[in-house]
Protein backbone atom coordinates (compact mmCIF):
# COMPACT_ATOMS: atom_id res chain seq x y z
CA UNK A 1 0.00 0.00 0.00
CA UNK A 2 1.47 3.39 -0.89
CA UNK A 3 1.60 6.43 1.59
CA UNK A 4 -1.10 8.84 1.09
CA UNK A 5 -0.48 12.34 0.45
CA UNK A 6 -2.96 15.43 -0.01
CA UNK A 7 -2.29 18.42 -1.73
CA UNK A 8 -4.78 21.35 -1.69
CA UNK A 9 -4.98 23.77 -4.64
CA UNK A 10 -3.15 20.96 -6.60
CA UNK A 11 -4.49 21.35 -9.99
CA UNK A 12 -2.08 23.41 -11.43
CA UNK A 13 0.94 25.82 -10.28
CA UNK A 14 2.92 24.70 -7.57
CA UNK A 15 0.33 21.92 -6.22
CA UNK A 16 0.07 20.21 -9.33
CA UNK A 17 4.05 20.29 -9.46
CA UNK A 18 4.02 18.81 -6.48
CA UNK A 19 1.34 16.32 -6.71
CA UNK A 20 2.98 14.72 -9.71
CA UNK A 21 6.45 14.68 -8.17
CA UNK A 22 5.21 13.12 -4.85
CA UNK A 23 3.46 10.89 -7.06
CA UNK A 24 6.86 10.06 -8.74
CA UNK A 25 8.26 9.43 -5.10
CA UNK A 26 5.90 6.41 -4.30
CA UNK A 27 2.82 8.59 -2.80
CA UNK A 28 -0.99 7.89 -3.42
CA UNK A 29 -2.49 11.58 -4.26
CA UNK A 30 -5.79 13.38 -3.68
CA UNK A 31 -5.36 16.41 -5.97
CA UNK A 32 -8.03 18.85 -4.42
CA UNK A 33 -8.99 21.80 -6.14
CA UNK A 34 -11.79 24.45 -6.54
CA UNK A 35 -12.87 25.55 -9.99
CA UNK A 36 -10.75 23.76 -12.39
CA UNK A 37 -11.94 19.86 -12.65
CA UNK A 38 -10.52 19.94 -15.84
CA UNK A 39 -6.54 20.99 -15.11
CA UNK A 40 -7.09 18.80 -11.92
CA UNK A 41 -8.44 15.67 -14.09
CA UNK A 42 -5.32 16.39 -16.21
CA UNK A 43 -2.89 15.82 -13.11
CA UNK A 44 -4.58 12.93 -12.47
CA UNK A 45 -4.49 11.43 -15.96
CA UNK A 46 -0.50 12.31 -16.03
CA UNK A 47 -0.05 10.53 -12.73
CA UNK A 48 -1.94 7.27 -13.66
CA UNK A 49 -0.41 7.46 -17.45
CA UNK A 50 3.06 6.86 -15.37
CA UNK A 51 1.37 4.10 -13.47
CA UNK A 52 0.82 5.84 -10.26
CA UNK A 53 -2.16 6.12 -8.20
CA UNK A 54 -4.91 9.81 -7.27
CA UNK A 55 -8.09 10.90 -7.22
CA UNK A 56 -9.16 14.15 -7.24
CA UNK A 57 -11.64 15.97 -4.86
CA UNK A 58 -13.38 18.96 -5.27
CA UNK A 59 -13.59 21.57 -2.11
CA UNK A 60 -13.03 24.94 -1.50
CA UNK A 61 -10.45 25.21 1.46
CA UNK A 62 -11.97 28.62 2.79
CA UNK A 63 -14.58 26.74 3.95
CA UNK A 64 -15.37 24.64 7.31
CA UNK A 65 -17.87 21.65 5.68
CA UNK A 66 -16.03 20.80 2.46
CA UNK A 67 -12.79 20.87 4.35
CA UNK A 68 -14.29 18.22 6.18
CA UNK A 69 -15.93 17.00 3.22
CA UNK A 70 -12.28 16.57 1.16
CA UNK A 71 -10.73 14.96 4.33
CA UNK A 72 -13.74 12.26 4.99
CA UNK A 73 -13.54 12.11 0.94
CA UNK A 74 -9.36 11.55 1.06
CA UNK A 75 -10.15 8.14 4.05
CA UNK A 76 -12.56 6.92 1.71
CA UNK A 77 -10.89 6.81 -1.47
CA UNK A 78 -7.21 6.34 -0.25
CA UNK A 79 -7.20 5.67 3.05
CA UNK A 80 -5.72 7.08 6.10
CA UNK A 81 -3.46 10.19 4.93
CA UNK A 82 0.15 10.35 6.39
CA UNK A 83 1.50 13.64 3.94
CA UNK A 84 -0.26 16.62 3.67
CA UNK A 85 0.72 19.68 1.92
CA UNK A 86 -1.33 23.20 2.54
CA UNK A 87 -0.63 24.60 -0.81
CA UNK A 88 -4.11 26.22 -2.00
CA UNK A 89 -3.60 30.15 -1.67
CA UNK A 90 -5.13 32.88 -3.24
CA UNK A 91 -3.86 36.66 -4.25
CA UNK A 92 -5.51 39.65 -5.06
CA UNK A 93 -4.85 42.59 -7.03
CA UNK A 94 -2.07 45.36 -5.84
CA UNK A 95 -3.61 47.70 -3.48
CA UNK A 96 -2.35 49.74 -0.59
CA UNK A 97 -4.03 49.08 2.76
CA UNK A 98 -6.10 52.51 2.54
CA UNK A 99 -7.65 50.41 -0.52
CA UNK A 100 -8.42 47.49 1.37
CA UNK A 101 -12.03 46.01 0.98
CA UNK A 102 -13.15 44.03 3.84
CA UNK A 103 -14.76 41.78 1.68
CA UNK A 104 -11.33 41.39 0.60
CA UNK A 105 -9.45 40.78 3.48
CA UNK A 106 -12.23 38.30 4.69
CA UNK A 107 -11.67 36.04 1.55
CA UNK A 108 -7.98 36.24 1.99
CA UNK A 109 -8.08 35.18 5.54
CA UNK A 110 -10.44 32.66 5.14
CA UNK A 111 -8.72 30.72 2.42
CA UNK A 112 -5.14 31.46 3.25
CA UNK A 113 -5.16 31.52 6.96
CA UNK A 114 -7.98 29.96 8.88
CA UNK A 115 -9.02 27.14 5.66
CA UNK A 116 -5.05 26.64 5.95
CA UNK A 117 -5.13 26.32 9.55
CA UNK A 118 -8.14 23.45 9.97
CA UNK A 119 -6.81 21.38 7.19
CA UNK A 120 -4.21 21.22 9.13
CA UNK A 121 -6.92 20.70 12.33
CA UNK A 122 -7.92 17.29 10.02
CA UNK A 123 -4.89 15.98 9.39
CA UNK A 124 -3.25 16.21 12.61
CA UNK A 125 -6.65 14.00 13.61
CA UNK A 126 -5.47 11.26 11.07
CA UNK A 127 -1.91 11.60 11.77
CA UNK A 128 -1.29 12.07 15.84
CA UNK A 129 -0.19 9.19 17.49
CA UNK A 130 -2.48 10.91 20.28
CA UNK A 131 -5.47 9.78 17.88
CA UNK A 132 -4.31 6.23 16.72
CA UNK A 133 -2.78 7.55 13.78
CA UNK A 134 1.07 6.55 12.38
CA UNK A 135 2.49 10.21 12.35
CA UNK A 136 2.97 11.95 8.96
CA UNK A 137 4.09 15.05 7.48
CA UNK A 138 2.26 18.46 6.86
CA UNK A 139 3.99 21.02 4.32
CA UNK A 140 2.60 24.68 4.88
CA UNK A 141 3.29 27.24 1.94
CA UNK A 142 4.13 30.40 3.05
CA UNK A 143 6.10 32.68 1.12
CA UNK A 144 9.08 35.43 0.98
CA UNK A 145 6.32 37.88 1.04
CA UNK A 146 5.96 37.13 5.13
CA UNK A 147 9.17 38.50 5.47
CA UNK A 148 9.42 41.25 2.64
CA UNK A 149 5.89 42.62 3.44
CA UNK A 150 5.06 43.70 -0.08
CA UNK A 151 4.19 47.17 0.53
CA UNK A 152 2.31 49.07 -2.54
CA UNK A 153 1.04 45.36 -3.34
CA UNK A 154 -0.39 43.18 -1.19
CA UNK A 155 0.38 43.71 2.01
CA UNK A 156 -2.88 41.59 3.27
CA UNK A 157 -1.32 38.93 1.28
CA UNK A 158 1.79 38.95 3.11
CA UNK A 159 0.49 39.23 6.81
CA UNK A 160 -1.77 36.27 5.78
CA UNK A 161 1.42 34.49 5.19
CA UNK A 162 2.98 35.72 8.09
CA UNK A 163 0.02 34.11 9.93
CA UNK A 164 1.51 30.57 8.52
CA UNK A 165 4.73 31.05 9.61
CA UNK A 166 3.69 31.78 13.39
CA UNK A 167 1.39 28.89 12.81
CA UNK A 168 3.97 26.57 11.23
CA UNK A 169 6.56 27.35 14.14
CA UNK A 170 3.97 26.45 16.94
CA UNK A 171 2.00 23.34 15.62
CA UNK A 172 5.96 21.80 14.79
CA UNK A 173 6.41 21.78 18.43
CA UNK A 174 2.74 21.27 19.64
CA UNK A 175 3.00 17.69 17.69
CA UNK A 176 6.73 16.72 17.72
CA UNK A 177 6.29 14.13 20.11
CA UNK A 178 2.81 12.76 18.35
CA UNK A 179 5.32 11.62 14.84
CA UNK A 180 3.93 15.12 13.22
CA UNK A 181 6.57 17.01 11.64
CA UNK A 182 5.59 20.39 10.17
CA UNK A 183 7.80 22.47 8.07
CA UNK A 184 7.31 25.46 5.69
CA UNK A 185 8.17 26.53 2.26
CA UNK A 186 8.78 30.05 1.22
CA UNK A 187 8.95 30.54 -2.15
CA UNK A 188 10.24 33.26 -3.77
CA UNK A 189 8.61 34.70 -7.41
CA UNK A 190 7.31 31.00 -8.91
CA UNK A 191 6.30 31.20 -12.48
CA UNK A 192 2.96 30.25 -11.69
CA UNK A 193 -1.20 31.52 -13.06
CA UNK A 194 -1.09 33.00 -9.34
CA UNK A 195 0.44 36.23 -10.65
CA UNK A 196 -2.49 36.86 -13.35
CA UNK A 197 -5.04 36.78 -10.32
CA UNK A 198 -2.89 39.61 -8.81
CA UNK A 199 -3.42 41.62 -12.12
CA UNK A 200 -0.01 41.31 -13.16
CA UNK A 201 0.77 37.93 -15.44
CA UNK A 202 4.50 38.97 -16.21
CA UNK A 203 5.47 39.27 -12.43
CA UNK A 204 7.58 36.30 -12.65
CA UNK A 205 9.39 37.77 -15.57
CA UNK A 206 9.75 41.65 -15.14
CA UNK A 207 11.02 40.82 -11.42
CA UNK A 208 14.17 38.70 -12.62
CA UNK A 209 16.58 41.68 -12.61
CA UNK A 210 15.18 41.97 -8.90
CA UNK A 211 16.20 37.94 -7.71
CA UNK A 212 19.83 37.57 -7.14
CA UNK A 213 19.76 34.44 -9.49
CA UNK A 214 17.98 37.02 -11.99
CA UNK A 215 14.87 34.31 -12.65
CA UNK A 216 11.93 33.59 -11.28
CA UNK A 217 11.81 29.74 -10.01
CA UNK A 218 9.80 27.00 -11.17
CA UNK A 219 6.59 24.60 -9.64
CA UNK A 220 8.70 22.01 -9.96
CA UNK A 221 12.21 23.67 -8.48
CA UNK A 222 9.08 24.34 -5.29
CA UNK A 223 8.12 21.10 -5.63
CA UNK A 224 11.96 19.44 -4.88
CA UNK A 225 11.69 20.91 -1.50
CA UNK A 226 8.55 19.97 -0.35
CA UNK A 227 8.72 16.67 -1.04
CA UNK A 228 12.06 16.38 0.58
CA UNK A 229 10.33 17.79 3.16
CA UNK A 230 7.41 15.22 3.20
CA UNK A 231 10.13 12.07 2.86
CA UNK A 232 12.03 10.05 5.69
CA UNK A 233 14.93 11.93 4.00
CA UNK A 234 13.87 15.06 6.21
CA UNK A 235 13.15 12.61 9.48
CA UNK A 236 15.00 15.01 11.91
CA UNK A 237 13.92 17.96 10.09
CA UNK A 238 10.74 19.90 12.05
CA UNK A 239 9.68 23.62 12.41
CA UNK A 240 11.82 24.51 9.49
CA UNK A 241 10.99 27.40 7.00
CA UNK A 242 12.91 26.79 3.91
CA UNK A 243 13.37 29.81 1.27
CA UNK A 244 13.24 28.71 -1.86
CA UNK A 245 14.12 32.08 -3.59
CA UNK A 246 17.07 32.23 -5.73
CA UNK A 247 18.50 34.34 -2.84
CA UNK A 248 16.03 36.98 -2.70
P1 LIG B 1 -1.85 29.11 -8.51
O1 LIG B 1 -1.05 28.80 -9.72
O2 LIG B 1 -2.71 30.34 -8.50
O3 LIG B 1 -2.75 27.84 -8.15
C1 LIG B 1 -3.61 27.91 -7.06
C2 LIG B 1 -4.22 26.56 -6.78
O4 LIG B 1 -5.01 26.69 -5.59
C3 LIG B 1 -5.14 26.09 -7.87
O5 LIG B 1 -5.02 24.68 -7.95
C4 LIG B 1 -6.52 26.47 -7.35
O6 LIG B 1 -7.54 25.59 -7.79
C5 LIG B 1 -6.34 26.28 -5.86
N1 LIG B 1 -7.26 27.06 -5.04
C6 LIG B 1 -7.46 28.39 -5.03
N2 LIG B 1 -8.39 28.71 -4.12
C7 LIG B 1 -8.78 27.54 -3.55
C8 LIG B 1 -9.72 27.21 -2.55
N3 LIG B 1 -10.45 28.16 -1.94
N4 LIG B 1 -9.86 25.91 -2.23
C9 LIG B 1 -9.14 24.93 -2.83
N5 LIG B 1 -8.24 25.20 -3.79
C10 LIG B 1 -8.06 26.49 -4.14
O7 LIG B 1 -0.90 29.26 -7.21
P2 LIG B 1 0.64 28.87 -6.99
O8 LIG B 1 1.48 29.97 -7.51
O9 LIG B 1 0.89 27.47 -7.43
O10 LIG B 1 0.73 28.98 -5.39
C11 LIG B 1 0.58 27.85 -4.54
C12 LIG B 1 0.92 28.29 -3.13
O11 LIG B 1 2.23 28.84 -3.08
C13 LIG B 1 0.00 29.38 -2.58
O12 LIG B 1 -0.24 29.16 -1.21
C14 LIG B 1 0.80 30.65 -2.78
O13 LIG B 1 0.43 31.66 -1.90
C15 LIG B 1 2.21 30.14 -2.53
N6 LIG B 1 3.24 30.96 -3.14
C16 LIG B 1 3.31 31.14 -4.48
C17 LIG B 1 4.31 31.96 -5.01
C18 LIG B 1 4.46 32.22 -6.49
O14 LIG B 1 5.24 33.10 -6.88
N7 LIG B 1 3.77 31.51 -7.37
C19 LIG B 1 5.23 32.59 -4.16
C20 LIG B 1 5.11 32.38 -2.79
C21 LIG B 1 4.13 31.56 -2.28
P3 LIG B 1 -8.59 25.96 -9.02
O15 LIG B 1 -7.72 26.30 -10.19
O16 LIG B 1 -9.39 24.74 -9.19
O17 LIG B 1 -9.40 27.12 -8.55
Not at 181 to 207: C, E, L, Q, Y
Request: proline letters at 3%.
Amino acid sequence: MKPVLLVTGASRGIGAATALLAARHGWAVAVNYSQNSAAAEAVVKQIKAESGQAVSIQADVGDEAQIKHLFSQVDAQLGRLTGFVNNAGVLDVAVRVDELSWERLQRMMRINVIGAMFCAREAILRMSTKHGGKGGSIVNLSSVAARMGAPGQYVDYAASKGAIDTFNAGLAKEVAAEGIRVNAVRPGIIDTDIHASGGIPDRAKTMAPMIPMLRPGSADEVAQSIVWLLSDAASYVTGANLDVTGGR
